[in-house]
């Protein structure tokens, strides 16, 4: 288990959500996107800071920052 922040992994890379490491607002925000513990979410696309990411086939833009907050298992044994 490789537990990585949303903004480190590369396009085309998938993982699970583990945390959300944010205040509530935060949480709430990411949580109405269905970036939640559990779900699978990858990495579609970078622009700059921002990350295009998808999640059940649906896709967001989440802001560097943002994604920071949002712990994945990458899944990779290290």
Known sequence: MTVLPLSALREGQEGRIVAVNGGRGCT???MSM????GKKIKIAGRRGG???VSV???KFVVG???AMK????VGEKG
């Open 28 to 30: 709430v925000r990411l």
């Open 34 to 37: 269905g970036i939640a513990p």
């Open 50 to 52: 921002a990350l295009l």
């Open 56 to 58: 059940n086939g649906t």
């Open 64 to 66: 560097r920052g943002l």
């Open 70 to 73: 949002v712990a994945v298992d």
